[in-house]
C-alpha cells in the first residue's frame, strides 16, 4: 500500500510570513509530484508540479524534492488570507499502476 | 484546451434509491478517469478508474459501480444507496498517470 503522508494541521501562519507545508511518501520508484489547492466545498486545483530534485519556483510558490529522503514540500511566500485552504500533495503510483495517492492534505490558516 | 463537466453538482436521494452520475471531458483523447470520493473533512478516496473504454479498475468493493462507455464519458452508479454513500464525488483526468490530475467541479450527495 503507498503512502503518503501529511500533517493534516491546521497551519496557522501571520499574513506577509513564509508558509511550509510538507510531504513524505512510501514509493520509492515515484517520479512526479503534485500540489494541489482545495478551497472548503470546492474540488482540488493543481498549483504545482515537480519532476526532479531540487527546487521549481512559480511565483509566490517553490516546490522542494528530495528523493533520497522521500519528502517534497511546497513554500508559499508572503501569504495572503485567500492562500487558506487544504493543501494536498499527490504522488503517482510507480510500476506500471495507472493511479495516484494523494495525502490527506494540510488545512493552512493565514491570519490577517 | 481540456475541460471536464461533471453534474450533477447538488444531489439529494433517498436510501436505496439508485444513482447515476456523469463525467466527460472535452479537448483530449483517451484519457485516464478517476472517480474519488471525498467525506466531511477527510482525505480524497479513490473509487475507481479507467485507462480505456470498457476497462474498469475497483479500489473500493462497496455497492458502486462504474463504466467508460465512450473514450471521455466516465459514469459512476449504483444500484441502492447507503446512508454511508454520502459525500463528495469527484470526477478527474489525466494524459497520463504521471501527469498531473484536473478535477471537475464535483457533486455533493446527500443520503436521507
Known amino acids: 500500500q503507498k503512502e503518503v503522508e501529511q500533517n493534516s494541521g491546521p497551519l496557522s501562519v501571520p499574513e506577509g510570513a513564509i508558509a511550509s507545508l510538507n510531504c513524505t511518501y512510501s514509493?520509492?520508484?515515484?517520479?512526479?509530484f503534485f500540489w494541489y489547492r482545495q478551497y472548503s466545498g470546492k474540488s482540488p486545483e493543481l498549483i504545482m508540479f515537480?519532476?526532479?530534485?531540487g527546487d521549481k519556483e512559480d511565483g509566490r510558490f517553490t516546490a522542494q524534492l528530495n528523493k533520497a529522503s522521500q519528502y517534497v514540500s511546497l513554500l508559499i511566500r508572503d501569504s495572503q488570507p485567500s492562500d487558506s485552504a487544504t493543501y494536498l500533495c499527490?504522488?503517482?503510483?510507480?510500476?506500471?499502476?495507472?493511479?495516484?495517492?494523494f495525502g490527506i492534505g494540510t488545512k493552512l490558516q493565514v491570519i490577517p | 484546451s481540456q475541460t471536464i463537466h461533471q453534474w450533477p453538482a447538488t444531489l439529494v436521494q433517498p436510501v436505496g434509491s439508485p444513482l447515476s452520475l456523469e463525467c466527460t471531458v472535452e479537448?483530449?483523447?483517451?484519457?485516464?478517469l478517476y472517480w474519488y470520493r471525498q467525506a466531511a473533512g477527510r482525505g480524497l478516496q479513490l473509487l475507481f478508474y479507467?485507462?480505456?473504454?470498457?476497462?474498469i479498475s475497483s479500489e473500493v468493493p462497496q455497492n458502486l459501480s462504474a463504466s467508460r462507455p465512450q473514450d471521455r464519458q466516465f459514469i459512476l452508479s449504483s444500484k441502492k444507496l447507503l446512508l454511508s454513500d454520502s459525500g463528495f464525488y469527484l470526477c478527474?483526468?489525466?494524459?497520463?498517470?504521471?501527469?498531473?490530475?484536473?478535477f471537475g467541479d464535483g457533486t455533493r450527495l446527500s443520503i436521507l
Open positions: 499527490a504522488v503517482p503510483d510507480s510500476g506500471g499502476y495507472q493511479k495516484v495517492t
Open positions: 479507467s485507462v480505456g473504454i470498457g476497462q
Open positions: 479537448g483530449t483523447s483517451n484519457p485516464n
Open positions: 514509493d520509492r520508484g515515484s517520479q512526479s
Open positions: 478527474a483526468w489525466s494524459p497520463t498517470a504521471n501527469q498531473p490530475q484536473h
Open positions: 515537480i519532476y526532479s530534485n
